[in-house]
């Protein structure tokens, strides 16, 4: 199966199905790690920094959108490790996936509308179109 698999969260319900995915898969191997990834997003950065009363304050609330998958990943007792990243989410997944030695990117459908995804082009899309494994994404 698969070794080494990416989890690209973001706090969401769609995140959390996805995480129920990779339980699943990664169980299928004894030797499967998770790399959960939960990319800071530069254009909500300034407004994270203003309601936050400081870097501490930053990096808690960005912890908690990840608490809820690593207690997934914690329950089943599987290998994972974290890492936040930061950028534009999409490319900076798709890079990430791309320059590590991940054999399976999962991520959830963001679920939107076929205009607002025409007009702003989902992540999910984004990072099925441009990293070079395969790509299973939740909805």
């Keep these: 199966m698969y070794k080494k698999i990416l989890l690209a ?22 030797e499967s790690i998770i790399e959960v990834v939960l990319v800071a997003d530069f ?9 936050s009363q400081g870097k501490d304050d930053l990096e808690l609330s960005r912890r908690k959108k990840l608490l809820p998958a690593e207690e997934k ?14 950028g534009e989410p999409g490319p900076t997944i798709v890079n990430y996936a791309n ?8 991520i959830g ?4 509308n076929t ?3 025409m007009v702003l082009g989902s992540v999910s899309h ?14």
């Design 109 to 112: 459908s963001r679920g939107l």
């Design 73 to 86: 990943l914690q329950a089943n007792n599987l290998t994972y490790e974290v890492n936040i990243l930061h």
């Design 43 to 51: 254009s909500k950065a300034k407004s994270d920094i203003l309601h």
């Design 115 to 117: 205009l607002q995804e």
């Design 9 to 30: 969260v973001d706090g969401s319900e769609h995140s959390l199905r996805a995480t129920d995915e990779a339980v699943k898969i990664a169980s299928l191997g004894k």
């Design 99 to 106: 320059n590590g030695d991940h054999e399976l990117v999962i």
């Design 126 to 139: 984004k990072v099925a179109k441009r990293v070079d494994c395969p790509v299973l994404i939740v909805k």
